[in-house]
């Protein structure tokens, strides 16, 4: 079942307002506008790309019927906090997940990603957290006033090497969803993280090319930590 239908199925429609990550795909806001209901943005926790759940509270009015909490990268939210929010209001808690890879792959991914971990400089490489799978290797390339992420990724990609913004533009910041609203962390998150290959196919090789493309880079940049 959907999104859409979940929240249908559970009595949340017109009238009511659902709380949505404004950071990932339009898909989520999307589906809260099909079943009747006003998607409200909340920020994320600049370590998972999660909702945020004292963001999310912030955000809870007294229209608030329910939260999609979606998990990004292979790390997931603080569901706990997020479900103890959602028993104090009595809100509706949906979880959107990201298909799981076999325990080998996972295993693979986390090998390739110690190793970026160990290697990499002048990228701020992500907080491995509890259980994340690696979905996505995503690093911060904060511009500093000097090279940013997109001349970054285009340096990397001429040597050879292919790596995505993960999200270009957040979703309160397109026109079908534009809203006049501070997400700090959500639209520091969009200006500056890079996903790099982690997958289980990369041979030892290809990591190392990983890493000297991007540390070649390594000394125009001053991660702002």
């Known amino acids: 079942m959907g999104t859409?239908?979940?929240l249908r199925a559970a009595g949340v429609g017109l009238g009511d307002e659902v709380v949505v990550p404004a950071f990932g795909n339009i898909e989520i806001a999307e589906a809260v506008t099909m079943a009747?209901?006003?998607p409200v943005f909340a920020d994320i926790d600049p370590a998972t790309y999660c909702l945020d759940a004292a963001a999310v509270e912030a955000a809870v009015t007294s229209r608030t019927a329910a939260v999609v909490v979606v998990h990004r990268f292979g790390r997931l939210a603080d569901i706990a906090r997020l479900h103890a929010l959602g028993q104090r209001h009595g809100l509706l808690v949906l979880e959107h997940g990201?298909?799981?890879a076999p325990y080998d792959e996972i295993a693979q991914r986390?090998?390739?990603a110690a190793y970026l971990d160990a290697k990499l400089r002048g990228v701020r490489t992500p907080d491995d957290g509890d259980g994340h799978t690696y979905q996505q290797y995503v690093v911060r390339v904060p511009g500093n006033g000097r090279p940013d992420r997109d001349a970054f990724a285009r340096a990397v990609r001429a040597r050879?090497?292919?790596c995505r913004v993960p999200v270009k533009t957040p979703v309160h910041r397109l026109p079908e969803f534009r809203?006049?609203?501070a997400l700090p962390e959500?639209?520091?998150?969009s200006d500056e993280t890079l996903a790099l290959p982690v997958d289980a196919s990369l041979t030892k090789r290809d990591m190392h090319r990983i890493v000297s493309a991007c540390n070649a880079l390594g000394g125009l940049l001053q991660?702002?930590?």
């Open 36 to 38: 009747g209901a006003l």
């Open 186 to 189: 959500t639209e520091r998150a």
């Open 110 to 112: 986390r090998e390739r």
């Open 223 to 225: 991660p702002a930590f």
């Open 98 to 100: 990201e298909s799981e």
């Open 4 to 6: 859409a239908a979940m």
């Open 160 to 162: 050879g090497v292919e």
């Open 179 to 181: 809203r006049c609203i």
